[in-house]
């Protein structure tokens, strides 16, 4: 497809349950990122791949989220034993990382997010 | 205190009139200065970026940054009721690429 996507669109589970959110970044996009949104606030940074290895994943609030990108493409972000206060929007974005004429490229394109509720 | 701070809105104002949208920030190390906008339910839209001081225009938008002030703005002319929305600042260093996010402002332009 020409743009990022995510499944699935919206997710409900249960306080304590494991859930795996999927992200496909646009073709050619070699790093990934993921960013979660609460009501009423901007993202927020969680994790970061430059291709298959999380080059910074300071944002991840504690060790039950974790992140994989296998093969330098999808990306899937897992999260244990769910708490009501994971409810969000996450979001997913790719961008390049260089563009022929600088290492950093600001512009990262957003996927439409999957709308986790734990119940 | 937040990184960066982004008064919640709404704004609202005719069609036709001239929107002013701003972010403070306190990290001396933002480099890069970016304006989202995002529609219900929908992810962030990249509009514009700029690097370090300075005015950028496309169409009907012009970005400035006051890098002396820590202080950036977004103005859109002749708004119209499809510029309905919520308008997300983001700033990054070169040294590290994660986006730090304003809380947004939602804007409401009345026909």
């Avoid at chain 1, 859930?19 to 990934?32: K, M, N």
Wanted: proline share 6%; glycine share 10%.
């Amino acid at each position: 497809g020409a743009g990022v996507s995510q499944t699935p669109s919206n997710k409900v589970t249960e306080k304590g349950k494991y859930v795996e959110l999927r992200c496909d970044p646009i073709s050619g996009h070699t790093a990934l990122y993921w960013y979660r949104q609460s009501l009423g606030q901007g993202p927020e940074f969680l994790i970061y791949f430059q291709g298959t290895g999380a080059a910074d994943d300071s944002g991840l609030p504690n060790d039950r989220f974790f992140a994989v990108r296998p093969e330098g493409s999808v990306s899937t972000l897992k999260i244990q034993r769910t708490e009501r206060g994971d409810s969000a929007v996450y979001l997913c974005a790719s961008s390049l990382t260089f563009d022929g004429r600088t290492l950093f490229v600001p512009q990262q394109f957003f996927g439409p997010g999957t709308r986790l509720t734990v119940l | 205190q937040k990184e960066v701070e982004q008064d919640p809105g709404p704004l609202s104002v005719p069609e036709g009139a001239i929107v002013s949208l701003n972010c403070t920030y306190s990290n001396s190390a933002f480099q890069y200065f970016m304006w989202y906008r995002q529609y219900s339910r929908k992810g962030p839209e990249l509009l514009m970026y700029t690097y370090s001081s300075g005015n950028k225009e496309d169409g009907r938008f012009t970005a400035q940054v006051d890098k002396s002030s820590k202080y950036i703005s977004l103005f859109i002319r002749d708004s119209q009721p499809s510029d309905s929305a919520t308008y997300l600042c983001a700033m990054a260093d070169t040294g590290r690429r994660a986006l730090t996010f304003g809380s947004g402002t939602r804007l409401q332009v009345q026909p």
